[in-house]
Structure formats: C-alpha cells, structure tokens
C-alpha cells in the first residue's frame, strides 16, 4: 500500500510548516498550510478571524478547510495548526483515509525559543505567559495528537533534514 498524503500535526512551534515545506520538495508533492489556506481563502489572516468570529467560528473554518482539502487535493504534505485536533470531526477527518500522520515534538524550552522569534501572531498565545500556555495547550492536545499520529519525532535537536530522513525512513519500511 503506498500512503499518498502526509499530514504533520503537532503544537505550535515544533517546525510542522517548515518540516513540511522540506519533506514536500523532498518528496515532490505539493506543500499545503492549512492556516495560510483559510487565510487564502477568506481574505483575512487568523487573528482577523480570531477577532471577528472567536475561535469556534475560526475552528468551523478550519473544519471545513480540511474537510475541503482531504476531499479535493491529493500527493500532498498537509501542515495542521496546532488546535486541530482538538475538534472529534477533525480528527475523523484526519484519520479517514491512510494517510501517514507525523507529530512533531519538541522540548518546551526549544519552543518557548522558537516562538520569541518567530513574527507570527498567534491568537492563543497573545498577552500570555508563553512557557505556561504552551504547556497547559499541549496537555490539552496531547492525547487528541497521541490518537492521530503514526508516528512521533522530537524536533528539539534535529535539523530539517534528519526530521525528513525519519519520515522517508519510516515510509519505506511501510
């Protein structure tokens, strides 16, 4: 059987979009963020729609945006934002069809790190304690990511390419 679609799930700040970016080039499939989706889409980036709709209208969104790609696209490498799998029906979404799902990981400092640098506004995390909210978020989440996930790599001391080498290692064997 030859898995199609990659999916990489995972909280905010392990590398899941610039895994992905790599890991497609690699494989020669199409590269999709599911946030920039719903961002190309609607016209509006996330905390917009964060603002305007709160994040259950945001989530609606993001349920269906995924519904809509897993449906119409194929020969990809799907980026989740981190809350994802948070929604029953998206995680059904996700585990449907056999799809190879990876979740990233990464030691909380390295993220907390990553984060600080990193331009991007993310509605969760703004006028929080980061190491606190990362944390209570993936305690939340990890379960949900647990369920989903074939297989699990800790980005905390791995460049892109050994993350990609474990995800091509993993699909030959399979």
Do not use: W
């Not at 679609?5 to 599911?34: C, P």
């Not at 609607?42 to 603002?51: H, K, M, N, S």
């Not at 989530?59 to 981190?82: C, H, K």
């Not at 990464?106 to 980061?130: G, H, M, T, W, Y």
């Amino acid at each position: 059987m030859t898995i199609k679609n990659i999916i990489i799930v995972g909280i905010t700040g392990v590398g899941k979009t610039t895994i992905g970016k790599f890991l497609a080039e690699r494989l020669d499939k199409q590269f999709i963020d599911l946030d920039k989706y719903i961002e190309q889409t609607c016209g509006v980036d996330i905390p917009t729609i964060f603002e305007l709709e709160g994040e259950n209208g945001f989530r609606d969104r993001e349920t269906f945006a995924l519904n809509q790609i897993m449906s119409e696209a194929d020969d990809y490498v799907l980026s989740l934002g981190g809350g994802c799998v948070i929604r029953p029906e998206n995680r059904q979404i996700i585990t449907r069809q056999k799809n190879l799902v990876v979740q990233l990981v990464a030691d909380l400092d390295i993220i907390v790190e990553r984060l600080s640098r990193s331009p991007n506004k993310r509605p969760l995390l703004f006028n929080q304690n980061l190491k606190q909210k990362i944390e209570s978020l993936f305690e939340e989440r990890r379960e949900f990511y647990k369920i989903v996930s074939d297989i699990t790599i800790n980005t905390t001391l791995l460049k892109p390419h050994q993350v990609i080498d474990q995800v091509e290692k993993h699909l030959s064997t399979n």
